[in-house]
């Protein structure tokens, strides 16, 4: 298995370009299930959790091609042959869940396996399964899999989340556009993801408002059309990339996003000594003192500090001046990363859902591995300002949300290579 090689050197300098939103993209795909006519997406960013939507999507008989070096995809569901979300796709990625929705308004049943816990935490879908239920759908759970169908179709119906979860309010609302009659989703998740999709279900003809709210009302309609649609900056690349010049020193421009997509993350970094500032082609970062001051971080869903950079900044925390406390609130067991970071000499004790971090001057390189995507990151930030050298395992972990990652770093001076196994 391939590693990754970072040794840890000076101030980094230069540009990094910020891809499409994975977390968008994941969601957006399916959404071709709920047309007869094409859909196509640009801006998408080349990962590994990108090509196991292609495949699951084709596995139902839906045409899905990557064009123009990976960054269009184009989709129709014109034809679709199956409505079985196998076990051995939805195994590798939990988003696979998102063709339950679309299924069952498109073709009135669904077979969709379960995916089962994942190294943050255990996952269930019961408030996708609570909400589908009230808009008509009967489900039951057999041999591993959510067997769906709606014999009198979807109806429109009031449905609140008992929490507000991104993957259950994706699925609701599109299963809601084509339901008969008017839904009100209330304690709806607000993240930039979901206010991409409802934008290009608009554009496919959805009748929807309140996206960005806690209150999205959907009138269903007949049928949707096709569309393009750009893809969403990813704005927990962005705030992993942010923190490259934050840990490491120096000066980096991140080329696309804006401040409104991570305001609390941003504020989180003015606190540490962060300088950021929004320019006409994204955001501008850099260290103000040699090193930055511990700040507290608490995880809540958007606009709140996300779940996905909490790994990263106790990166950087490992080596701020203090000691920060990062309480997780959203998964129960994200902080895998947290004695990884330790065996390059950081300061970490993790009780519960909260990690205290004592800074100390310098990490030490060590050799590494992560059990999942978002720690295996924050061990190649880790490492471009540790003495030495990183040597990071598991990186299959960083192909399924991190395109080129070595190619955006080396490209703002940092030591860091792919080493094929
Ligand atoms: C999405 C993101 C993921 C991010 C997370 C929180 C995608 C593909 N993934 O995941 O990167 O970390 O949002 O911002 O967009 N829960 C339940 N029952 C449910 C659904 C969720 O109890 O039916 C719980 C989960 O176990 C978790 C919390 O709610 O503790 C948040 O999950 P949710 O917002 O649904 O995250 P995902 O959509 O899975």
Same mark, same amino acid.
């Given at each position: ?7 840890g ?31 196509? +997406? *640009? &801006?998408?960013? @080349?990962?590994?959790? $990108?090509?196991?939507?292609? #495949?699951? =999507?084709?596995?139902? !008989? %839906? ?121 009100? +989703? *209330? &304690?709806?998740? @607000?993240?930039?993801? $979901?206010?991409?999709?409802? #934008?290009? =279900?608009?554009?496919? !003809? %959805? ?36 923190l490259?010049p934050a840990i490491a020193g ?18 989180r970094l003015?606190a540490a000594g962060i ?12 260290r103000k003192a040699d090193r930055v001051r511990a700040v507290d971080v ?12 909490q790994a990263q900044i106790m990166a950087m925390l490992c080596t701020a001046e203090g000691t920060s406390e990062l ?6 067991? @994200?902080f895998?990363h947290a004695p990884e970071l330790t065996r390059m000499g950081a300061q970490i004790e993790v009780?519960?859902?909260t990690a205290r971090v004592t800074g100390v001057e310098r990490l030490k390189g ?12 924050s061990l190649?930030l880790a490492g471009l300002a540790a003495e ?34």
């Amino acid at each position: 298995m391939d590693s990754i090689v970072v040794t840890g050197g000076g101030p980094l300098a230069g540009e990094i370009p910020i891809a499409g939103a994975k977390n968008a993209c994941l969601a957006l795909m399916p959404a071709t299930l709920l047309s007869e006519e094409p859909l196509t +997406l *640009t &801006n998408t960013p @080349r990962l590994s959790d $990108i090509k196991t939507m292609t #495949t699951l =999507l084709q596995s139902l !008989g %839906a045409e899905a091609s990557a064009l123009q070096d990976g960054q269009v995809i184009a989709m129709s569901s014109h034809d679709l042959s199956s409505t079985r979300a196998d076990y051995d796709i939805v195994r590798k990625m939990r988003a696979s869940n998102l063709v339950l929705g679309p299924l069952i308004a498109r073709c009135g049943h669904a077979e969709v396996s379960l995916p089962g816990g994942c190294a943050i935490g255990a996952r269930p879908m019961d408030l996708h399964i609570h909400g589908l239920e009230l808009l008509g759908a009967e489900i039951d759970l057999r041999d591993g899999y959510l067997h769906a169908k709606a014999p009198n179709g979807l109806k429109g119906a009031e449905i609140e989340l008992a929490f507000a979860s991104v993957g259950a309010t994706e699925n609701i609302v599109m299963a809601a556009t084509l339901a008969k009659g008017t839904t009100v +989703l *209330t &304690n709806a998740a @607000r993240e930039p993801e $979901i206010v991409d999709l409802v #934008t290009c =279900l608009k554009q496919m !003809g %959805a009748q929807i408002e309140g996206e960005g709210t806690h209150r999205i009302e959907i009138q269903g309609v007949d049928r949707l059309h096709g569309a393009t649609h750009q893809v969403v900056a990813d704005r927990i690349e962005l705030g992993t990339y942010m923190l490259a010049p934050a840990i490491a020193g120096g000066e980096v421009e991140c080329l696309g996003g804006t401040i409104d997509l991570l305001s609390a993350f941003v504020e989180r970094l003015d606190a540490a000594g962060i300088a950021v500032e929004e320019t006409a082609r994204g955001l501008k970062v850099a260290r103000k003192a040699d090193r930055v001051r511990a700040v507290d971080v608490t995880t809540e869903p958007f606009p709140g500090f996300p779940t996905d950079l909490q790994a990263q900044i106790m990166a950087m925390l490992c080596t701020a001046e203090g000691t920060s406390e990062l309480n997780e609130t959203i998964f129960e067991n @994200r902080f895998m990363h947290a004695p990884e970071l330790t065996r390059m000499g950081a300061q970490i004790e993790v009780h519960g859902g909260t990690a205290r971090v004592t800074g100390v001057e310098r990490l030490k390189g060590a050799p590494v591995m992560a059990t999942d995507l978002r720690a295996s990151v924050s061990l190649i930030l880790a490492g471009l300002a540790a003495e030495g050298e990183t040597v990071v395992n598991r990186v299959y972990h960083l192909d399924r949300g991190y395109e080129h990652v070595v190619r955006k770093l080396s490209g703002v001076g940092a030591q860091i290579e792919r080493v094929k196994a």
